[in-house]
């Protein structure tokens, strides 16, 4: 597969307008809900070292057992979620997930003991199903290929700022101990994360749209363009409708050796993703021990915060040279190797300082590459296939979610320090590096649709 896209040509002036009103309109708000998304699924690992672990009594391994098992719940739904999304429509779909999760997200304000707490986040890793991947999905419905890194990039730049900016948040919300309905500040904290997302759920069945064709905030010449635009493009993917208006796609992602190479390189992002975001909190509540320094709990919240801003700016202008020069393959490996080889010297460092700028390398790695992976699924597919592919690719990288806290917990139990599973985050990183370049070198299948199955693709596109 040749993983490079080449740069655009020179734009019209309705080209640019329509690609501008879609990142004003849409991106923003699918970015808030993403945000929201982010910090609901990550908030137990601000809540554990302040106060939760200790009040239900959770060692590191349940700990991660319980972090990680939201992505069994998650995976088990991922696919049939986003094929529910294509049939039912992104925007009913994703405000339905958004409403279900925050609901159970509320849930854990009342949380009593270990079994409770697996439960629940069991079952948010249901209600946020497909949430993730539709989002990928809508915004390719959305956005011609040569513009979805930079569209991409601004949306996945939620992440890292779910972190810069939800990490205070949750500090300051902890630190209310008792001063809400006397609950202690780790369960006010869920509370307080839990609500926005019903809020934006509500909200987002009103605002979104399914397709161009139906916003009537873009003129018709760009609702044209933009349909014609992604109308051609499909044309020439798997998945695509025949003139029988079926979908072949669906079978075929499941047989499609690069959609299931993509899924192992996910995975290995994501293992050191998930590492990061539920055990930084815990690694910097152990600075007290291992250097000698107290922090207060609105404190720990910053510095927590810390490698996600350079990581924001590294996504940003990361992506920004992936649109410029064409997305190339060294703009994945690259960070891969770099995160996986900086991980775990992060653990070495012989200060606060030091271990916080290391931990920044690996974010920005991390976050380099993955707004730009998520270009690739939709270069080759399309309808039905592109919804599945993107849920497959979503849910292989997903079990990633589950192992990496999980693993870290029961090794660092067992070893006593978290000097070996960064090791084992490290070690997946490198393997997707290795697994990128050899997808660069698989080959791209040919073939087209004729012009009769394009008229068909447009009609379902909803292009008079």
């Not at 609901?40 to 939760?52: K, L, S, V, W, Y």
């Not at 391994?61 to 098992?69: E, H, I, K, N, T």
């Not at 397709?211 to 905030?217: G, L, T, V």
């Not at 592919?389 to 006593?416: E, K, Q």
């Amino acid at each position: 597969m040749d993983t490079t896209t080449r740069t655009s040509a020179p734009q019209s002036a309705v080209e640019k307008s329509a690609i501008k009103k879609v990142a004003v309109r849409l991106v923003p708000f699918v970015a808030l809900m993403f945000f929201i998304n982010y910090l609901d699924r990550t908030a137990i690992g601000f809540a554990a070292p302040n106060g939760m672990e200790s009040d239900l009594a959770l060692s590191a391994a349940q700990f991660g057992f319980a972090s990680g098992v939201f992505f069994i719940g998650y995976i088990l739904l991922e696919v049939p979620s986003n094929l529910a999304l294509h049939k039912f429509g992104a925007r009913k779909w994703l405000a339905r997930i958004m409403v279900t999760w925050g609901i159970v997200a509320l849930l854990f304000t009342w949380v009593q003991n270990f079994e409770q707490l697996v439960a629940l986040r069991f079952l948010l890793g249901v209600m946020e199903a497909g949430f993730f991947p539709g989002a990928i999905l809508f915004l390719s419905l959305w956005v011609p290929a040569a513009h979805r890194s930079k569209i991409l990039a601004l949306f996945y730049l939620a992440q890292p700022l779910t972190t810069v900016i939800g990490a205070p948040l949750a500090g300051w919300l902890i630190s209310h101990d008792g001063v809400f309905f006397g609950l202690e500040g780790w369960r006010f904290m869920f509370m307080g994360v839990a609500i926005p997302a019903i809020v934006v759920g509500i909200v987002a069945w009103f605002y979104l749209k399914d397709k161009p064709a139906d916003a009537k905030w873009l003129t018709k010449e760009e609702q044209v363009w933009l349909t014609q635009a992604l109308v051609k493009e499909a044309s020439t993917k798997t998945g695509a409708v025949s003139t029988t208006g079926k979908h072949p796609g669906l079978g075929v992602v499941f047989k499609n050796g690069r959609v299931w190479m993509l899924s192992f390189i996910y995975f290995g992002f994501i293992y050191g993703l998930y590492a990061l975001a539920f055990f930084l909190p815990t690694i910097i509540g152990g600075f007290q021990e291992q250097f000698g320094t107290e922090f207060t709990v609105t404190q720990r919240g910053f510095i927590t915060a810390i490698p996600y801003v350079p990581a924001a700016l590294a996504l940003y202008f990361w992506s920004r040279d992936a649109s410029r020069r064409g997305l190339k393959t060294w703009h994945i490996v690259i960070p891969a190797v770099v995160g996986g080889l900086s991980i775990p010297l992060a653990l070495y460092a012989q200060s606060p300082a030091l271990t916080i700028a290391v931990i920044a390398v690996t974010a920005m790695a991390i976050f380099a590459a993955l707004p730009n992976f998520w270009t690739l699924p939709t270069q080759f597919l399309t309808g039905v296939a592109a919804a599945a592919g993107i849920a497959l690719i979503n849910t292989v990288g997903n079990l990633a979610g589950f192992s990496a806290p999980y693993i870290t917990g029961l090794v660092t139990d067992v070893t006593g320090d978290y000097k070996a599973p960064m090791f084992i985050v490290g070690f997946f990183m490198l393997l997707s590096a290795v697994l990128m370049v050899a997808l660069s070198r698989m080959k791209k299948p040919e073939g087209t649709l004729s012009p009769r199955e394009q008229a068909d693709l447009a009609a379902t596109a909803g292009l008079d």
